[in-house]
């Protein structure tokens, strides 16, 4: 088969990999990649949300199978466009996506159908605001309704913080929409579970943590994740049938009602408080960095799964994980989440060795000549696999090490939760 894989973090060189690795898998190109995904399929640079110039390059390449990395094509409609173009396709409808893309519709669909979640409610003014302020204690989030690339969630400490934030959203500041959820603050632990679904079933598909906060102690702004591991030791099995029996099966019945059933890849992110799960955010892909934890930890050729699913028969298909366990931890550059210097070579990658049992999965690079140079504030995901946390992520330090880049910065606690000497 020849695919296309759209997309260009550290999520798509791990999808890559386990693609280019596929027996069935032929010819790969990214659109856009990145330098890890440019040795071992063909970058191609053109823009994905030009969805007539996509088409034109798929033909030509004679692909068989696109795979969506990213949210923001599948939020546009990517797949509703290829299938129209009679172009096999692996992501969900643009109606399903909205499940990420709007939080307004995703909060209304959980209110409806009893699914647990943060009390909220969804505002279009200020008054809207100052309604829910009355009946509400500190601290509140405020959240962006549309797309916003990761930026659109504020935890508010008081009533002028909250105010602060919902005028700016109100004025616009979030192209994708004007609206806002305010919703109760959940204190409780976090964790990512993944399922794969197509129009007739799902399956489990690993769970992870990842680490949100660019500082140690889980301290500063939000990033776009500096660090997970896999699995998530707090969704026990007790758990994984009440995520299922409360969230995931109310949530697929109502697309299916609608017929508009849900194929992909589906991200639950879940708040435990109190043993129980509660639902904070749908994502309609898999996790950046949770999937490059989740795939070293997969025993079955992944384009056989997803060749599958495309077929609605994901019931067939065995899903086999590896016991061994998997850390990734984030290298970016200095000044991330906030201002940071691009084009900056990374010196020593070329000459690191790997044991079968390490990766160094791609993000935020590029390739000039001979030179691979950050493009981004994630750079480089540092992965290992193995027996116990604690070792796995003594030897990426030691990698991380041997790369000796002056320009970057790592968290040395990913995975304290379950590292007894922290
Ligand atoms: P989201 O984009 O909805 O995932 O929100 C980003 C992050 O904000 C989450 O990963 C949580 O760490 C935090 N967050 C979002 N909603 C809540 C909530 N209701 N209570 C506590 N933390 C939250
Ligand atoms: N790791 C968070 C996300 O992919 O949204």
Redesign the pocket.
Known sequence: MNIALLGSGGREHSLCQKIYDSKLSKNIICIPGNAGTSKIAKNIDIDFLNFNKLLKVIKFHKINLVIVGPEEPLVKGVVDFLIKNKIKVFGPNKYAAKLEGSKAFMKSLCKKNKIPTAEFKICRNKKDVNNFLRKNIFPLVVKADGLAA?KGVTICKNKKQVLKVSNEIFKGKFKSSKKLVLEEFLDGEEA?YFLLVDKNNFKFFGSAQ?H?KVGEKDTGPNT??MG?YSPAKIITKDMEKKIIKKIVYPTLRVLKQKKKNYTGFL?VGLMIKDSEPYLIEY?VRM????CQVILPRLNTDLLRIISFAVKNKLNSVNIKWKKDKCMTIVLCSKGYPGKYKKNVKIKNLARIKLKNSSFIFHAGTKYTDEDILSNGGRVLNITSVGKTFEKIRINIIKIIKKLNWKDGFFRRDIGWRVIQNK
Not at 287 to 290: L, Q, R, Y
């Open positions: 990761g990512s990842d949100k776009g994740g997970a991200y994502n996790g950046d960095p949770e």
